[in-house]
């Protein structure tokens, strides 16, 4: 006989006493399985979480990209960048987009690398003149958060994916 795990769905033969997949209690206790079944909708809830926190990063690193194309032309056009300035500054610009792109294929890569050029940048600026740090420091702290927390919720989303099986 077949049984329908009410965790995860998945078929399961009896008797049985775990899900095979998701290690439902099936002869546990009432509060055992709604205690389980919480946990399940509440991984599933992750992966929903996951996925809105890699298009919140996408967003972020074309808008830095963006905005950094957008002051290297200005600059350009005032006259107040250099040649080599500006072409390390399109390259980063660069990365940022590219690791935009990626986002989905290569989550923690594409944001590891643009976080880290971010603080180093910041590192620089703050050797450079310490005041510049404060400038925008809350838009700054929000998007070095807001790529954290993507890579920490991409790390637990793979968690359960390992602990629900890939579906
Ligand atoms: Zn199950």
């Known amino acids: ?17 775990f899900c095979t997949r998701c290690r439902y209690p099936f002869l546990g206790t009432d ?18 979480d996951v ?11 074309f808008g830095i990209a963006g905005f950094t194309v957008l002051a290297l032309v200005i600059g350009l056009l005032a006259g107040t960048a250099d040649l080599l ?23 923690v890569l594409c944001t590891a690398i643009p976080l880290m050029f971010y603080l180093g940048n910041m590192g620089v600026a703050y050797m450079t003149d310490p005041a510049l740090i404060f400038r925008g420091i809350v838009l700054k702290l929000a998007i070095i958060g ?7 919720l991409v790390l637990k989303a793979q968690q359960v994916r390992n602990r629900l099986g890939a579906d």
């Open 1 to 17: 006989m077949e049984i329908t795990c009410p965790a995860c769905k998945s078929a399961q033969r009896e008797p049985v006493d």
């Open 31 to 48: 509060a055992e399985r709604a205690r389980h079944i919480g946990r399940i909708i509440e991984q599933k809830g992750v992966l929903v």
């Open 51 to 61: 996925a809105v926190a890699l298009k919140r990063s996408r967003y972020i690193l």
């Open 85 to 107: 300035g500006a072409g390390i500054t399109l390259m980063l610009a660069l990365v940022f987009f590219i690791c935009g792109l990626f986002m989905e294929r290569q989550p």
């Open 146 to 152: 807001m790529l954290g927390y993507g890579i920490y």
